[in-house]
């Protein structure tokens, strides 16, 4: 939870697109949707403040489209 009211109920809340245990890592992607990023920004940074100890990457567009030239996974990705 990121939020709440005067009253204890849920306000405002955040949950990342997966969780790598090995690394203990999770991440949010920001592929579909470029005008939320600045929203998900703010969660992040909000998330880091409340649990300094959970690591949150956010991968955007172009740091997806990287990894899909640089591992030749476009062709995967297609079909």
Do not use: C
């Not at 592929?31 to 959970?54: F, I």
């Amino acid at each position: 939870m990121l939020a709440w009211r005067a009253d204890g109920t849920k306000l405002a809340g955040f949950r990342p697109d997966f969780y790598l245990p090995e690394h203990d890592i999770y991440f949010e992607l920001t592929t579909l949707r470029q005008d939320l990023v600045t929203a998900k920004n703010r969660k992040v940074r909000r998330l880091a403040e409340l649990y300094p100890d959970v690591t949150v990457r956010v991968l955007y567009r172009r740091d997806i489209a990287t990894l899909v030239q640089k591992y030749g996974l476009g062709s995967r990705l297609a079909g």
